[in-house]
């Protein structure tokens, strides 16, 4: 009954959904004030629907119902409860129905927060997420239903891939899904802006917080899959140039770049066609990314059981998406025209130069990515796109990035010189040449020279906050009531840019690391990086859903023992998987880290690492995040801005 | 102008990719694109030499038009879901002959009972020593040899459905 009732819930989702899109956008057209205040109204009944729904799904996963395919086929009767839970957005159809939820709650969102937007944007934001929504629920709905049902119910269900079993990954869809989702708002919003011929500061302070948001969540979900990869999967590594991971890359760096260049039409109402540009290019990256996960076009990890009959819907739905809303562009954009002008050496040049830079490496992801498929399928060619490629290609356009960050922030609007800016930051310089000319003690050349700017980018980030509070120059306590009085959003660039200065810090220290794979028996001792790793004993364990084989690893240094490390293998009996349990042991500023292999004769295969700095990639993605958060605090960024706004403009218009 | 064709640009940029994706989800399809292959070295070049209890190389040559080869096994499951479109492609008149790999005579005989014969002709690959000469990395396995015996292509699992048209084309052609 219940499966039916989250079957049901999904239709009226969909229904809510085509009235959404059809009415408001019909009255934004017609002017008619009466069709384009139904919008948030059918928004939330969406939103609603589709929560009952999943909540069903849910609820079918717990209860072990196998009558339902989706639950036969991905969970089991011994599969501990929060992977029960977690399991019912790990499968292909779950997932799915995952992605229209947040899609619906985002609908919800803008709903509830937009309230002081004009009322044909509002009408039209919300009718274009409707459409977007309309089509991925029909695609849930006719395609991939997850609560089809199988009869007869097999006894016991198939279980979820083990590799999934992990809390990490649990928690990795839901925040990498909000932030493929949360594109659809600024993209929404961009829409709205060509169908109504119009952009202004006020659309700019609007798309902020919600790229923000979502871009908080992108930067999130996927600093935790590089984190799952790199415990879970038990190789050491971070990130593999892997098509899923690249697919999770292009969204973030365009919205990166689109968080920019809104700046710019928020302070100056210029860069307007480039902005709904890469609006529309940041979701339609999400789209593709989900397609090409789904379609088994791409190799990967990640692949889902995939259907190339499947594949054709999605791909007919991305082509009227993507493909209708550039078309729009085409059409509409020129009428978005003229815009404020500036000099090339200000602080819109600079964003306009982060712009510029950012869209270049996500060019070179795109064709490093791409190249593979259609070398194949055009020259009929197998070719391998590698780590060679892109650190030969992207680090190079990195590192302009790296060295313009810290000073973009120092320059002022519309008009400005160079050399005040690059004064400022002349501590900033002396400091990171130091840090680089120390590193080189430690490791080769490049990894120095990134160690250098990561010095440059964190210390930099911080010019500009300590350049406002006149530090120094002024007593301290004035600086430090100054300090208090900045808003926000300033503390939000500078840990934004800091945290990615600390994720290139870890990525250079991680050139330091050191791994053995060695062969020892019960008892003995293995030296590697200044620490004695010692095998002390093996024991089997029982878990809820697999038989383990647990390694109990003491690590001392000059006789202190530091750690003990019980790396696992865990056999899981349904799927007949073996997998590995890393075990790490942090101190923020280093990683030791252990693997169990087989055994062999008694003795046993051990894979040791040290990870230098390892713990930082991931520390500067949170920082990162934490930035965006704390930047979409700030009170001007909030629900009351247009408003104000709308005042001072009038304010303006009298004056003259 | 210039402006608005800049404008268009991202449009047409979508169209091509769009249209690549759907040729390659086609190939998906038929079997003509396979992201995950590994290319058989075999494309290309002659048979090689083999003798079979059931039919050779020489049986093959002797045929003077395309015949299509596959290797399939009594205890491979993918070759049950296979097997209603070698029958398709046997109804279509298309030659398949079949290579039973690594399968007891009487288990073959068992399979071909219950999910049909669709082969003109049969071979018995015990030893597994001419799937090593082929390089076949596995069951099933098809492959096409056209009239001078040159292979001309090959597809690693079952055969989707959607190959059935194409083949039985290429083979009457």
């Given at each position: ?218 930067t999130?979900?996927?600093a935790?899959?590089s984190w799952?990869?790199y415990y879970?999967?038990?190789?050491g590594g971070f990130w ?162 790296f ?32 840090v680089?000319?120390?590193a080189?003690?430690g490791m080769?050349?490049?990894p120095?020279?990134f160690m250098a700017a990561a010095a440059?980018m964190i210390l930099?980030a ?33 840990l934004?840019h800091a945290g990615l200065g600390v994720t290139v810090a870890g990525i250079a220290g991680m050139s330091m690391a ?70 790490i042991?942090t101190n923020l500023t280093r990683d030791l880290y ?15 690492h040290d990870n230098t700095m390892a713990p930082l990639i991931w520390l500067g993605a949170l920082v990162m995040a934490a ?30 | ?173």
């Amino acid at each position: 009954m219940i499966p039916e009732l989250g079957h049901f819930a999904l239709a009226l989702a969909i229904a809510f959904a085509l009235a959404q899109a059809v009415i408001p956008l019909w009255g934004a057209h017609r002017g008619d004030v009466r069709l384009m205040q139904a919008a948030p109204a059918l928004a939330l009944g969406q939103a609603l629907a589709l929560s009952v729904s999943f909540g069903c799904l849910i609820y079918a996963s717990v209860m072990d119902d196998f009558t339902v395919l989706n639950v036969a086929e991905n969970s089991h009767t011994l599969k501990p409860l929060l992977y029960k839970i977690t399991g019912a957005w790990g499968s292909h159809e779950g997932s799915i129905l995952f992605w229209c939820l947040i899609l619906g709650l985002c609908g919800a969102a803008v709903a509830l927060f937009s309230a002081p937007l004009p009322a044909s944007l509002r009408a039209r934001v919300l009718g274009v997420l409707a459409l977007s929504a309309f089509g991925f629920e029909l695609f849930t709905l006719i395609e991939s239903n997850p609560f089809a049902r199988i009869w007869p119910a097999p006894d016991n269900g198939r279980d979820m891939n083990p590799l999934l079993q992990d809390p990490g990954l649990a928690f990795h869809p839901p925040i990498l899904y909000s932030g493929y989702v949360g594109m659809a708002i600024p993209f929404a919003f961009a829409i709205a802006a060509l169908l109504e011929g119009r952009i202004d500061a006020a659309w700019g302070r609007w798309v902020r917080p919600w790229t923000l948001a979502a871009w908080c969540c992108l930067t999130g979900g996927i600093a935790l899959g590089s984190w799952w990869s790199y415990y879970v999967l038990g190789w050491g590594g971070f990130w593999f140039w892997d098509p899923v991971e690249n697919a999770s890359l292009l969204p973030w760096l365009t919205a990166t770049a689109l968080l920019h260049s809104a700046i710019v039409v928020e302070k100056r109402e210029a860069l307007k066609i480039w902005t709904v540009l890469l609006a529309i290019g940041a979701f339609a990256f999400s789209l593709s990314g989900t397609f090409l996960v789904r379609s088994g076009i791409l190799n990967s990890v990640h692949s889902f059981a995939n259907d190339p009959a499947r594949g054709v819907f999605i791909l007919g739905l991305l082509g009227l998406l993507i493909g209708g809303s550039l078309l729009l562009f085409a059409i509409r954009a020129p009428l978005l025209g003229a815009s404020g002008v500036f000099a090339a050496v200000s602080r819109e040049g600079a964003l306009v130069m982060n712009n510029i830079l950012l869209c270049s490496i996500t060019a070179v992801v795109l064709t490093g990515t791409m190249y593979p498929l259609f070398a194949d399928l055009l020259l009929s060619q197998k070719i391998s796109v590698g780590p060679p490629f892109y650190n030969a290609t992207v680090l190079p356009l990195a590192a302009p990035v790296f060295v313009a960050m810290a000073v973009g922030p120092l320059m002022s609007w519309k008009r400005t010189a160079l050399m005040p800016a690059l004064l400022k930051l002349w501590w900033v310089a002396l400091i990171a040449a130091i840090v680089g000319i120390v590193a080189t003690f430690g490791m080769n050349a490049l990894p120095a020279l990134f160690m250098a700017a990561a010095a440059w980018m964190i210390l930099g980030a911080f010019a500009d906050i300590i350049e406002r509070i006149r530090l120094f120059r002024i007593p301290l306590g004035s600086s430090l009531s100054r300090l208090v009085s900045l808003p926000l959003q300033a503390f939000g660039t500078t840990l934004g840019h800091a945290g990615l200065g600390v994720t290139v810090a870890g990525i250079a220290g991680m050139s330091m690391a050191v791994q053995e794979v060695v062969l020892v028996k019960p008892g003995a001792t293995v030296h590697l990086a200044g620490y004695d790793w010692t095998l002390q004993e093996l024991h089997d364990a029982a878990g809820p859903n697999y038989n383990a084989r647990v390694a109990t690893i003491a690590v001392r240094q000059d006789g202190r023992l530091i750690t003990t490390l019980a790396p696992e293998r865990r056999a899981f009996t349904t799927q007949t998987m073996t997998t590995t349990e890393a075990k790490i042991h942090t101190n923020l500023t280093r990683d030791l880290y252990a693997v169990l292999g087989e055994e062999r004769d008694g003795a046993a295969v051990l894979r040791l690492h040290d990870n230098t700095m390892a713990p930082l990639i991931w520390l500067g993605a949170l920082v990162m995040a934490a930035g965006g958060a704390c930047s979409l605090a700030d009170r001007r960024l909030r629900v009351a801005a247009p408003k104000r706004a709308a005042k001072s403009d009038a304010v303006l218009a009298g004056r003259t | 102008m210039n402006r608005r064709l800049l404008l268009a640009a991202p449009f047409g940029v979508a169209l091509l990719g769009g249209g690549a994706f759907y040729a390659m989800l086609r190939g998906l399809q038929t079997g003509s694109f396979d992201p995950r292959g590994v290319p058989s070295q075999l494309i290309g070049k002659p048979l090689p030499e083999f003798q079979l209890p059931g039919f050779s190389r020489a049986d093959v040559l002797a045929q003077k038009r395309p015949v299509i080869i596959n290797f399939f096994a009594s205890w491979c499951v993918p070759c049950v879901d296979e097997a209603p479109t070698l029958m398709a492609l046997h109804q279509r008149g298309v030659p398949i002959w079949g290579i039973a790999y690594k399968d007891k005579p009487a288990a073959t005989q068992g399979f071909l009972a219950r999910h049909g014969n669709p082969f003109t002709n049969l071979a018995s690959d015990e030893p597994g020593l001419v799937a090593i000469d082929w390089g076949v990395t596995g069951v099933p396995e098809t492959y096409l040899i056209d009239a001078q015996g040159i292979v001309q292509w090959r597809f690693v699992g079952p055969l989707p459905d959607a190959a059935v048209d194409g083949l039985s084309k290429l083979v009457a052609s």
